[in-house]
């Protein structure tokens, strides 16, 4: 049996499944967030959340895809359900600081404008 194959089926469906799930709520409250910062222009605001969500899309695809030919050969079970698990870690662990950088920008970035307003 090729533990790498399996290795990358599973990661790719782990992988899949996070990076739609955790996009879409992003998206749907990143539109309320992004409306507070700027509710006078919906439609901008409409904008800047796809932006983000087709940024956030691309980047960890990337990353992800980036991520796998960075394995090295899975000789066993453990090795395959460690790799995996530091793998995908590590993926989610980004995407946290991403979320977090993104709301302080977007923060940083509205509030100066308004200061020049």
């Known amino acids: 049996m090729n533990y790498n194959i399996l290795s990358y089926l599973i990661y790719g469906c782990i992988m899949v499944y996070i990076i739609y799930k955790v996009g879409l709520i992003c998206y749907r409250n990143g539109n309320v967030f992004v409306l507070h910062l ?11 959340n796809n932006i983000l969500l087709t940024g956030y899309y691309l980047l960890n695809i990337g990353y ?19 790799t995996i698990a530091s793998h995908v ?19 940083l970035f509205f509030k100066s404008k308004k200061q020049h307003i």
């Open 89 to 107: 870690g590590s993926i989610v662990l980004t995407l946290a600081v991403l979320h977090y950088m993104n709301i302080i920008v977007l923060q």
């Open 38 to 48: 700027m509710p006078t222009n919906t439609q901008l605001c409409l904008y800047i």
């Open 64 to 82: 992800a895809v980036y991520s796998i030919s960075t394995w090295k050969t899975i000789q066993n079970t453990y090795s395959m359900i460690d």
